[in-house]
Every structure is written in structure tokens, then in C-alpha cells.
């Protein structure tokens, strides 16, 4: 799987939008962009994925550069409960080879 | 829908003694996969099973683990003789597939949190 870079943390004021960058130069053409968040304690929790368009649902927005080297969530209106460390994985879906290589995660903090 | 449903969500054994965690995925989900995450570190992937086979285990430490996935029941991951480094917490995840390429996100479970005094 590629390697992606994230950066270790950052900051976002309550009801603004927060934006978490994502690094994947490496990517192949058959590997995805997944996001997943930890809160503190609890399990992984799925927040969305795409291939090369732009993906939106319920929880956020994901642009995915063209070239696909890069990615961006959006939270579009912050709040405290999302305050987690943040995923950006990449995952190709060939048989055998389905799971996800967690790094080590943007981890935001949410500021009232 | 259930989610993914772990347990115990605490387990707390003497060291030498066998440590079983229980996983019942989404239902209708026919892969499992289990992760390790030691306190302030990240998930480490252990092993990826479909119904009654064993397709990627390259993170299960070689000795004391194992990881079941029956065809009827819950995934068990057992640990045998269990030492104070294994305390950690256990998270359980689910999929599915099918032939026609889809793939689902894996949706996680709460985790069971092992303490080996």
C-alpha cells in the first residue's frame, strides 16, 4: 500500500470549517483514499472514501487532487465532538490484500 | 443494524493465563480482521480472516496467537499464556465484498481492552 503523510496536528475553531491534508505521491492507480477517525478510546470509524472524484456524505468532503497526489477532508461545520485523531489511508481492493495500514494520523483538536 | 459487536469490552487476566476475545461482525459482512493498539501508539494490523480461512496473518506474532473465523459464531482471537506486553486494546472489523469488485469500508467495533496483571 502507499505511504501517505499527515500532519501530526492541528487546530480549528468551533463551527468553522476544518480542512486535514493528506499526502500520497506514491499512490497507484487502483488504490483508494479512505479517512477514518479515532476518538479517544472508541473504535475506528469510517468517514468516507473516493477513487479520483470528489466524494461527499453526511459527515464530510473529500477533494482529491487530479494528479491523485494529495487529498483533503473537509468538516464543514466543526464541532467539539469531533475533536479525534484523523486517517488518511490508502487501500487497494484486490482480493487478499483488503486491509487498511493505519499511520500515525492528524490529530485535531477542535477549540471552542 | 448492529454494528460490529466486541467482547468482553474489559478483560483482565494473570499473566500465563489464556485470553479469549469474541467479534461478531455486521451481519451479513464475510470478512474480519483484527487490529492491536498499544496504549498511545497506533493500530497494528494482525490478521485478515473470511469465513473459516486465514488469508493474511503477517501481523500475528508467531507464538501464542491465533485467530479464528467459524463458519457459524463469532471470530475468536486467542492468546495463550498471556504476558503484561499484551495488554492493550483489541479492535475487531468487518467487511464485505463480492464478485463484482465491490468492496465495502471495514466498520470497527469498540475494541476489548485486555490488562494482564
Known amino acids: 500500500d502507499a505511504k501517505t503523510t499527515q500532519p501530526p496536528s492541528m487546530d480549528c475553531a468551533e463551527g468553522r470549517a476544518a480542512n486535514l491534508p493528506c499526502n500520497h505521491s506514491t499512490i497507484s492507480g487502483n488504490e483508494y483514499v479512505y479517512w477514518y477517525r479515532q476518538i479517544h478510546s472508541q473504535g475506528p470509524q469510517y468517514i468516507i472514501h473516493?477513487?479520483?472524484n470528489n466524494e461527499t456524505n453526511e459527515m464530510a468532503s473529500l477533494i482529491i487532487t487530479e494528479d491523485r497526489k494529495s487529498s483533503t477532508l473537509i468538516l464543514p461545520h466543526a464541532t467539539l465532538r469531533d475533536t479525534a485523531v484523523y486517517y488518511c489511508i490508502v487501500r487497494v481492493h484486490n482480493f487478499g490484500n483488503e486491509k487498511l495500514t493505519f499511520g500515525t494520523g492528524t490529530r485535531l483538536t477542535i477549540i471552542p | 443494524n448492529a454494528g460490529v459487536m466486541q467482547n468482553p469490552r474489559h478483560l483482565v487476566r494473570r499473566r500465563g493465563q489464556e485470553a479469549r476475545l469474541r467479534c461478531s461482525p455486521v451481519k451479513g459482512h464475510s470478512h474480519v480482521y483484527w487490529y492491536r493498539q498499544l496504549p498511545e501508539e497506533g493500530l497494528k494490523f494482525m490478521v485478515y480472516l473470511q469465513k473459516e480461512n486465514i488469508i493474511d496473518e503477517s501481523g500475528m506474532p508467531k507464538e501464542r496467537f491465533s485467530a479464528e473465523f467459524p463458519k457459524e459464531g463469532p471470530s475468536i482471537l486467542r492468546i495463550q499464556q498471556v504476558v503484561r506486553g499484551d495488554s492493550a486494546a483489541y479492535f475487531c472489523?468487518?467487511?464485505?465484498?463480492?464478485?463484482?469488485?465491490?468492496?465495502?469500508?471495514?466498520?470497527f467495533g469498540n475494541g476489548t481492552r485486555l490488562t494482564v496483571t
Open positions: 472489523a468487518s467487511s464485505h465484498s463480492n464478485t463484482g469488485g465491490f468492496r465495502s469500508p471495514l466498520h
Open positions: 473516493g477513487l479520483k
